[in-house]
């Protein structure tokens, strides 16, 4: 086996009524001072680009794409990472007639929708602006689906696509398709032609879940773990991750929460979560959702790192009289600087290329000269799977 290395803010509000009684049987109401609430009032938002527009809720955290060819927004609620709304637009040179728009509308169906591999169509309508609904759902990567509506419109040479993810809470619901509603493109704008295609790189997020998989080890603990990937410019630190088991009915039956493993997640890269259940996969679970972000949390740029360049390593693979799986080697620092809190990181996968086991730790000591070395030892008692292969990664701190 050879190793590769790649490198809501929750407001309660508390109204008190205080009763004064008079000696004389009369009585006063008063009524203590209370807060206005946070304005919730819908926010215009006009994408950079000057391509469109819509309304959205104000304190809704949004994610824009700003190419020469591209222009997309996504939207999420407090607290989330989750983005519930979506509008990305293409300028394809022409202006498209009502023929070119239906057969448009179909083959970014059936061949370009960034979830094409998971999502379902079940019906579509026409509206009375022009444009089209689409109904359909997504199969989530723990099992079980979201519902999606996703509006297809078209102004001059403009294509666009709003899609919204529909939630269970009624106000959110209308929220949402209010924000929908608003969605207005905008002529000329500053895209430049291009084809049909482009719309296929459109991203809700900057942070993706993938190669994600669940078992439960000899001793009844339960697992869940996999990678989150990387989309955006920047590289990003102190990435919670929450997984979330689900009965039959959708309702919550217990969690678990952790940090993505390492220093950083740099652009364009992939680091791996791994999740303990103690108690076992509870009887009822029938699906788990695994959540980026938290409560509260916001995207925060990573620091400096010192990593691949800097730091070199080798490994090998052995096995104990138990038959658990050892992935040990050497790092080195063959940098000019004085290396910190060096964490080396061991992502392991099966034939499928789906994480069945991941671990992170310091060295001992933490601290790497220029020059020196120090060995790493992981032991992989009960893995998801059979091996296949497997990453490791060392990052320290300057």
């Known amino acids: 086996m050879a190793g590769m290395k790649r490198a809501v803010f929750l407001l309660f509000l508390l109204v008190l009524v205080l009763l004064a009684a008079c000696s004389d049987g009369?009585?006063?109401?008063?009524?203590?001072?209370?807060?206005?609430?946070?304005?919730?009032?819908?926010?215009?938002?006009?994408?950079?680009?000057?391509?469109?527009?819509?309304?959205?809720?104000?304190?809704?955290?949004?994610?824009?794409?700003?190419t020469t060819q591209l222009a997309s927004a996504s939207f999420a609620p407090p607290g989330s990472a989750q983005p519930l709304i979506s509008v990305s637009a293409v300028h394809l040179g022409d202006e498209i007639d009502?023929?070119?728009?239906?057969?448009?509308?179909?083959?970014?169906?059936?061949?370009?929708?960034?979830?094409?591999?998971?999502?379902?169509?079940?019906?579509?309508?026409?509206?009375?602006?022009?444009?089209?609904?689409?109904?359909?759902y997504r199969a989530l990567p723990g099992g079980g689906s979201e519902a999606i509506n996703t509006f297809i419109q078209r102004a001059g040479p403009l294509?666009?696509?709003?899609?919204?993810?529909?939630?269970?809470?009624?106000?959110?619901?209308?929220?949402?398709?209010?924000?929908?509603?608003?969605?207005?493109?905008?002529l000329p704008g500053t895209l430049q032609s291009t084809e049909l295609d482009t719309l296929s790189f459109a991203r809700s997020s900057d942070l993706r879940v993938v190669h994600t998989s669940a078992w439960t080890a000899p001793d009844g603990v339960f697992y869940v773990a996999g990678e989150i990937a990387n989309d955006g410019p920047l590289a990003l630190t102190d990435i919670p991750v929450e997984v979330v088991l689900t009965g039959a009915n959708g309702a919550a039956l217990?969690?678990?929460?952790?940090?993505?493993?390492?220093?950083?997640?740099?652009?364009?890269?992939y680091a791996p979560f791994s999740l303990r259940f103690g108690g076992g996969q509870p009887d009822a679970a029938r699906q788990f959702t695994v959540r980026v972000g938290g409560e509260g949390w916001t995207p925060e740029a990573a620091p400096p790192v010192i990593g691949a360049g800097s730091l070199e390593w080798t490994d090998s693979t052995s096995y104990q009289e138990d038959g658990a799986l050892v992935i040990s080697g050497d790092v080195i620092n063959s940098g000019d600087q004085l290396a910190r809190s060096v964490r080396v990181t061991v992502t392991l996968f099966d034939a499928a290329q789906n994480v069945i086991g991941a671990s992170s730790a310091e060295l001992a000591p933490p601290t790497l000269a220029p020059?020196?070395?120090?060995?790493?030892?992981?032991?992989?008692?009960?893995?998801?799977?059979?091996?296949?292969?497997?990453?490791?990664?060392?990052?320290?701190?300057?």
């Open 26 to 66: 009369g009585g006063a109401v008063v009524f203590a001072p209370t807060p206005l609430p946070p304005d919730e009032s819908p926010l215009a938002y006009v994408h950079p680009g000057g391509v469109f527009t819509l309304e959205v809720p104000r304190r809704w955290a949004a994610h824009e794409q700003y």
């Open 371 to 398: 020059g020196e070395r120090a060995p790493y030892r992981f032991v992989f008692n009960e893995p998801g799977g059979a091996p296949a292969n497997y990453l490791v990664s060392a990052q320290g701190l300057p």
């Open 98 to 136: 009502t023929a070119a728009f239906a057969a448009l509308m179909d083959r970014y169906q059936r061949e370009i929708r960034p979830d094409r591999d998971r999502y379902t169509e079940t019906s579509r309508a026409p509206m009375g602006d022009g444009s089209w609904r689409i109904s359909g």
């Open 159 to 186: 294509f666009a696509v709003t899609e919204i993810t529909l939630p269970p809470d009624p106000a959110t619901l209308a929220a949402l398709e209010a924000a929908a509603n608003s969605v207005r493109l905008t």
């Open 254 to 269: 217990t969690g678990a929460s952790d940090l993505v493993m390492g220093h950083a997640l740099p652009p364009g890269g």
